[in-house]
């Protein structure tokens, strides 16, 4: 089993940033990819940004290419999510997954453990 726990999540205006992190707990970290997804109101869960187990490759979702990064201390057991430039449409509950097997960062159903989220308001 591993346990995630979002935090950084907040309000604030557009055009700012904000860093979320991911705590994970449980079993080896550098074992799994790491993604984060995100889920607006009446809308699916989406792909966001994912980082190997190693971290030396990424992948990101067009809308957030260039604004966004992600990132992972394995030592620390957390991965990170850097947004800048943020704009209203990024509003959302932001999600950390952690996927054992393989690398599809971008398929929702191959993560094996989720935290429970944290909110990003974006005003404009």
């Known amino acids: 089993q591993v346990q995630l726990v979002e935090s950084g999540g907040g309000l604030l205006q557009a055009g700012g940033s904000l860093r979320l992190s991911c705590a994970a707990s449980?079993?080896?970290?550098?074992?799994?990819?790491m993604g984060w997804f995100r889920q607006a109101p009446g809308k699916e869960r989406e792909f966001v940004a994912a980082?190997?187990?190693?971290?030396?490759?990424?992948d990101y979702t067009d809308s957030v290419k260039g604004r966004f990064t992600i990132s992972r201390d394995n030592p620390k057991n957390t991965v990170y999510l850097q947004m800048n430039s943020l704009k209203p449409e990024d509003t959302a509950v932001y999600y950390c997954?952690?996927?054992?097997?393989?690398?599809?960062?971008?398929?929702?159903?191959?993560?094996?453990?989720w935290g429970q989220g944290t909110q990003v308001t974006v005003s404009s």
């Open positions: 997954a952690a996927q054992q097997t393989g690398y599809y960062p971008r398929t929702l159903n191959k993560y094996d453990y």
């Open positions: 449980g079993r080896t970290f550098s074992n799994y990819v």
């Open positions: 980082i190997t187990r190693s971290g030396r490759s990424t």
